[in-house]
């Protein structure tokens, strides 16, 4: 693809983006209402893989979008955090290959249970969205990639902030998307169950328990 028509498409799916506002609006409200750190959280992007910077910071942009819906003020860092930093926070390293061990069809994992880390397998993100160039329209050429990348981010940050091993039967949480659900995404992003929000909410207020016992024991 060239620069230019990367440059068109980026636009074309931010001004998608922007026009979703009014459903965005009332979540993005309360997101600012809770920039004062309650429900904030911040994620570490670690790119250890090729991904084009105009795909990532798309796919940043929707990720933020699709929190602040369910009212949490993502904040994404680029550097590692620091050993000794006060605070859960959660590392995502996105990475070239998957492992073995894990179905080929599987575009990343989160250690739910450990609560920090997730890894994103890049290739398989750019196959599944990129790879069957007949079941979409305009795959890679459009906003599929991206969007696919942002709800594999979001999916697996869900998993940390809920703790536990679980899904929802639609929407962003659901277990397995078909090429159906990552064609539509390409067009709007998916939205959280509602069962799912009530987890993050718990989920971001048992970290942050956990981080005031922290300070509270001076680790
Ligand atoms: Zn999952």
New binding site residues.
């Given amino acids: 693809m060239n620069s230019s028509l990367r440059i068109a498409l980026v636009a074309n799916t931010l001004a998608l983006i922007a026009g979703s506002g009014s459903a965005l609006a009332g979540a993005s409200a309360a997101g600012k209402n809770q920039q004062d750190g309650k429900s904030s959280v911040t994620v570490h992007i670690l790119r250890n893989a090729e991904v084009p910077i105009p795909t990532l910071f798309l796919a940043e942009a929707v990720a933020r979008e699709m929190f602040a819906k369910a009212g949490v003020n993502l904040k994404l860092q680029t550097r590692k955090p620091k050993l000794d930093a006060v605070g859960q926070k959660i590392v995502v390293d996105i990475t070239s290959g998957g492992p073995k061990f894990l179905h080929r069809a599987a575009l990343a994992y989160?250690e739910e249970f450990e609560g920090v880390h997730i890894t994103v397998f890049y290739d398989r993100v750019k196959d599944a969205a990129c790879g069957s160039a007949s079941e979409f329209v305009g795959p890679c050429a459009g906003s599929s990639l991206p969007m696919l990348l942002a709800h594999v981010l979001v999916?697996?940050i869900t998993?940390i902030l809920e703790g536990i091993d679980r899904?929802s039967r639609e929407g962003v949480?659901k277990?397995h998307w078909t090429t159906g659900d990552i064609a539509g995404m390409a067009r709007k992003p998916l939205p959280f169950d509602r069962s799912d929000i009530e987890l993050i909410r718990s989920g971001l207020a048992r970290r942050e328990t956990a981080r005031k016992v922290t300070v509270a024991l001076g680790r």
């Fill in positions: 989160a999916h697996e998993h899904h949480m277990a």
